[in-house]
C-alpha cells in the first residue's frame, strides 16, 4: 500500500467541512490516486447510532411548475442577474427554479429548520446543500428523503467512482454530491501581501482586520494546523480546546473583527477586513472584481469537504428535486457550472469538456487536483456525540453564538 493509500484510507473515516476551489493555473490532472483521495470529501457520519427512522423513497409524480432550491452564496453559475444553468432547467421541463442563497453556516441552516424538519414539514424547500457531516445529521435525525435512483439514472451512472460509497451515505440513499472544495486564507494583497501560515492571521498588525468562520470545523481545524496539531487524527480532545482558547484570547484582544459565515464576501472588497480563513471558491467570485483579492493554502495544511444535495422532509415537490438532481449530473450542465465557480466536480467527463474551452482551467490543480496537492488537505476528526457538544458548546461560546 503506497502512502497516499494509506492517507486515503484514513481520510474515507474522517468528517468533513466546507467550501470552494480556487481557479489557479497550474499542470496536474485528476489520476487515480488523487481521485481517490478526493472521495475522503465524502468521509465521517456521525457516531453513537441512529434515530432515522426507515424512509420511503421519493415517488414518481408530475413534473412541477415550481421548484424551491436552497444553497449558499455564489455557488451556481451566474450571467448577469440570471443563472443560465436554471434557465435552461425551466425552457426544457418548465419548472421555474426559486433559488434561495439562504445558507450561510450549515449549524445556523439546522436552527433554522429544524422545528420544521421534525414536523415533517420543510418549509416550502425542496431541495438543499449542506456539507458531509451535516449531511449525516439530517440523515440520522430522519429529515431527509430517500432517492429513488431510478429516477435520477445520471447521478447513477456519472458520479465521480470514488464519490459513490461516502461513509455518511453508503449507498448515495439520501445525498448527490454538489461540489467539493477547501477552507484556507482569502486576503488583500495590498494590505498584507502574500501570508504563509495560519498563524499570520494572529499578527498583531491586523488587529481589527481579520475574521474567522462561524464553521467550528474549519476555524477550529486551522488554528490546531498552526499550532502543529493534526485535525483529522487528534486523540486528546485538549488538542481541539487549546485551538479554542487561542481563538477566545485573540478574540477578547480586539484581534479578530467578527466571526462570519459567507459574509465576508462584503468585508474583504469594503477593506473592512484584510485576512480571513475562508472558502477559496468565494476567493474567485471576489478576486474577478478586485485583483488584489487572492486565495492561500497556509504552508501548515488546509481543510477539504464536499457539499451535498439533499430533499427535505415534507418537500412539496420532491420528485422534481429528483429531476434536477439529475440534470444537473449531465456532464454538458455541470461544465457551465465549473467553469463559473470552479469547484472540484463530482460528475465524469467535465474535464474533458472544459478543456475545449478553457485549457488552462482544465489544467488547474485546485479544480482538477492531483495527490500532489491533496497530500496536504485534512479533514476534521470524526467526533462522537460527547466530543461534539463539548467543542462546539466551547466554541459557541467563544464566538457569541
Not at 493509500?5 to 489557479?24: F, G, H, K, S, W
Not at 488546509?302 to 427535505?312: A, I, K, S
Amino acid at each position: 500500500m503506497t502512502d497516499i493509500d494509506r492517507a486515503i484510507d484514513e481520510l474515507i473515516r474522517q468528517e468533513v467541512t466546507r467550501r470552494r476551489l480556487l481557479r489557479n493555473a497550474g499542470a496536474g490532472a485528476l489520476g487515480v490516486s488523487a481521485a481517490a483521495f478526493l472521495a475522503a470529501c465524502g468521509g465521517g457520519g456521525i457516531e453513537g447510532g441512529s434515530n432515522k427512522k426507515e424512509s420511503q423513497v421519493i415517488p414518481k409524480g408530475k413534473i412541477a411548475t415550481t421548484l424551491n432550491f436552497s444553497n449558499w452564496p455564489l455557488y451556481i453559475d451566474v450571467s448577469g442577474k440570471r443563472h443560465p444553468t436554471l434557465d435552461e432547467f425551466q425552457k426544457k421541463y418548465g419548472t421555474k427554479v426559486k433559488y434561495t442563497e439562504e445558507i450561510n453556516d450549515n449549524t445556523e441552516f439546522f436552527g433554522k429548520v429544524r422545528q420544521q424538519y421534525a414536523a415533517g414539514n420543510s418549509g416550502g424547500r425542496d431541495l438543499q446543500v449542506v456539507t458531509d457531516w451535516m449531511a449525516a445529521k439530517m440523515i440520522q435525525l430522519g429529515y431527509v428523503q430517500k432517492l429513488d435512483k431510478s429516477a435520477i439514472p445520471n447521478v447513477v451512472n456519472n458520479m465521480t467512482d470514488v464519490l459513490k460509497n461516502a461513509p455518511i451515505d453508503p449507498k448515495r440513499d439520501y445525498t448527490a454530491p454538489w461540489q467539493s472544495g477547501q477552507t484556507g486564507l482569502i486576503y488583500r494583497k495590498d494590505k498584507v501581501g502574500t501570508p504563509q501560515s495560519v498563524n499570520d492571521i494572529f499578527d498583531p498588525k491586523l488587529k481589527g482586520k481579520v475574521t474567522m468562520l462561524t464553521e467550528m470545523r474549519d476555524t477550529v481545524g486551522l488554528v490546531m494546523l498552526g499550532m502543529g496539531k493534526d485535525p483529522q487524527s487528534f486523540t486528546n480532545m485538549d488538542d481541539a480546546l487549546a485551538a479554542i482558547d487561542k481563538i477566545d484570547k485573540a478574540n477578547k484582544d480586539g484581534q479578530i473583527r467578527r466571526f462570519t459565515g459567507n459574509d465576508y464576501l462584503k468585508d474583504l472588497p469594503k477593506g473592512d477586513s484584510w485576512l480571513v480563513f475562508g472558502w477559496s471558491g468565494d476567493a474567485v467570485q471576489l478576486e474577478s472584481d478586485n485583483k488584489n483579492i487572492k486565495f492561500q493554502q497556509p504552508d501548515e495544511g488546509f481543510m477539504l469537504w464536499t457539499d451535498n444535495m439533499q430533499v427535505p422532509v415534507g418537500a412539496p415537490h420532491a420528485y422534481t428535486a429528483e429531476v434536477y438532481m439529475n440534470y444537473v449530473y449531465d456532464p454538458e450542465v455541470q461544465a457551465k457550472i465549473t467553469a463559473y465557480v470552479n469547484y472540484v466536480p463530482p460528475v465524469k467527463g467535465v474535464q474533458e469538456i472544459i478543456k475545449k474551452d478553457d485549457p488552462k482551467l482544465a489544467e488547474s490543480p485546485l479544480v482538477f487536483p492531483d495527490a500532489q496537492v491533496l497530500s496536504r488537505a485534512k479533514q476534521f476528526k470524526n467526533l462522537t456525540p460527547d466530543q461534539e457538544n463539548t467543542l462546539n458548546t466551547a466554541f459557541q461560546k467563544v464566538i457569541g453564538a
